[in-house]
């Protein structure tokens, strides 16, 4: 499964910006996708994912209440909502997705682990 994710740019600390990520190639076996985040000298850090199958999606205490993610199958697209965005969200934002073996567990989707395959990432500035 390849991944192209976009969307990133630079937006003022309040606004709000979508990436998407569309999943090309064997893309009947996916199982979940997720968004990662790593800012500059900091860890790949979890952000939110989604379970295919049946939609139920996760979020990182940092986010919640402001990234809404979503998919729409037919396309096989997953897309990150960001509103009300701070400037400690300044990062590349990377998307992944779990293409092999089984479904996750709801508790795993957190894990980078978790995800086989991974795209080059979209830069998100956030300015204060």
């Known amino acids: 499964v390849q991944l192209q994710a976009c969307g990133g740019g630079l937006v003022q600390a309040g606004g709000s910006l979508r990436l998407s990520c569309a999943a090309s190639g064997r893309t009947d076996s996916n199982y979940a996708m997720g968004w990662f985040r790593q800012a500059p000298g900091k860890e790949r850090e979890f952000v939110a994912a989604?379970?295919?199958?049946?939609?139920?999606?996760a979020y990182a205490d940092s986010v919640k209440g402001r990234f809404t993610i979503s998919r729409d199958n037919a396309k096989d697209t997953v897309y990150l909502q960001m509103n009300s965005l701070k400037p400690e969200g300044t990062a590349v934002y990377y998307c992944?997705?779990?293409?092999?073996?089984?479904?996750?567990?709801?508790?795993?989707?957190?894990?980078?682990?978790?995800?086989?395959?991974w795209g080059q990432g979209t830069q998100l500035t956030v300015s204060s």
């Open positions: 992944a997705t779990r293409d092999r073996g089984s479904r996750p567990i709801i508790s795993a989707l957190s894990s980078a682990a978790t995800y086989d395959s």
């Open positions: 989604i379970r295919w199958s049946g939609g139920h999606t």
